[in-house]
C-alpha cells in the first residue's frame, strides 16, 4: 500500500534549513570571520560597579534579543545568593559594548537581575531569601536585614565580565551572539539581527507579521515566540527590495543584516509602501494557493508541510512582481498553475534550491528564477 507523504511539524512552523556535509578540512580559519577580528576584553568587575551602572541607565536589562528577565523563581534566586555568600565562582557574563561603554547583557540576563534586585531591597522586584541549602539562619532576609560583613561580602564579589567591544565587525558580532546561550536556549540569527538593529526596522517587522493577510497565507502556521515569523518577513523584504539578482555573496545573513539597516534608513512613507506590497503579496498567494501556499505539495500528500522559508521567497516576491492582469490570467488558469506547481516539486535541482544550502547565490538564483518561469509559461506575453 502506497504511504502517504506526511511531514512533521516543527516547533515554529517552519521547516529546517540543511546545510551540505563538508569532507574538506583547511589549514586556516577564514569562515565565519577571522578570529583575529574578535574583540573581547576580560573585565573583574565588583558587583557594587554593577549596581551602580544599573542605577544609571549603563546597563540595558532588556535587549530585545533577549528571552524576558526576571523569570527565576524565589529559590532559584535565593540559591544564587546563596552561592555568592558562598565564595562559589559564577559563570562568566558576557556583554555588548556601545560607543559609550554602556552595556547590553548578552548572556546571564537572569543572574544581574537577581543580584539587582536582592540589593536594591526597594525595588519592586526585591525579594527575601527562601530555600537556602546551607545558610539557614539567613532564611527570610532581605539585603539590609543582612549583618553589615555578609552584606559586605555581596558588595565587593568580583564578576568576570567579557565585553565584547563596540569595534567588533557586526558579522563577527552576530556569530558572537548566536553561539552564546541565553537562559540556556542558543540565540537564533533573527534574534542576533533584531539585536544589533534597534530602530522602526523591529515594529515593522512586527507588524508584518500580524497583518491578517499573512496570517492567512500562511494558515496561521508560524509561530514568532523566537521571530521565525519575523524572519520570515524580512526574507520578503530583503529580496523584494533589493531583487533576487543583487544577491551576489551567497551570504544570507549578511544580505538580511544588511536588509535590516536598509528599512531603518527608509523613511516612512517608502516603508509603507512595503507594507502594502506585502499585504498584496500574501492575498495574491491565498488566492492562488489557498492552504498551500509556500509548502512543498506533492501529489497525494494529506497532511500539509510546513512553511518552506525559500519557496516563501520565491513565491511571495515573484507575486508581488505580477501585473493585475497577470494575477488575474493565473486565477482563471489556476487548474494548470496548480499542475505545474506539482511537476516542479518534482524536479530534484529545484527541491535542492528550496532544502539544501538554500542560502548559496546558485541555489538563490534557481530557485527564484524557475517560479519565475512558471508563471510566465501561463501568462504570456500580458
Known sequence: MEQDNIEQEPFDGLEAEQEPDSSSLPETISDPFDPAQIKVSRKVVPISSIVKRIDHDEIDLSPDFQRRARIWDSVRKSRLIESILL????????????????????????????IYDFIRHESKDSFPLRG???????????????PRSIARRIDETELNVNVIESGTP????????RRLNTGGISLNSQEIRNALHPGPVRQFLIELADE?????????????ERMG?????????????????????????????DSMRQINSMTEKERESVRADFREAMYRASLLFGSNAFRKSVRGQIRRSPINRALFEAVSVNLSELSPLELTALCMDNNILTEKMYQLMEDELFIRS?????????????????????????????
Open 87 to 114: 565564595r562559589i565562582p559564577l559563570p562568566v557574563f558576557y556583554v555588548a559594548a556601545d560607543y559609550d561603554e554602556n552595556w547590553k547583557v548578552v548572556d546571564g540576563l537572569q543572574r544581574i537581575t537577581t
Open 132 to 146: 537556602l541549602e546551607y545558610l539557614t539562619p539567613y532564611e527570610g532576609a532581605t539585603f539590609n536585614e543582612l
Open 170 to 177: 557586526e558579522p563577527v558580532m552576530f556569530n558572537i551572539f
Open 212 to 224: 491578517p493577510n499573512f496570517q492567512e497565507a500562511t494558515g496561521n502556521g508560524v509561530r514568532d
Open 229 to 257: 515569523a519575523r524572519e520570515l518577513v524580512l526574507r520578503y523584504c530583503a529580496f523584494h527590495i533589493n531583487g533576487f539578482e543583487s544577491y551576489a555573496a551567497s551570504d544570507l545573513d549578511g544580505f538580511l543584516n
Open 354 to 382: 528550496i532544502s539544501l544550502s538554500t542560502g548559496s547565490r546558485q541555489m538563490v538564483l534557481l530557485r527564484f528564477r524557475e517560479i519565475n518561469r512558471l508563471f510566465r509559461s501561463i501568462v504570456g506575453d500580458r
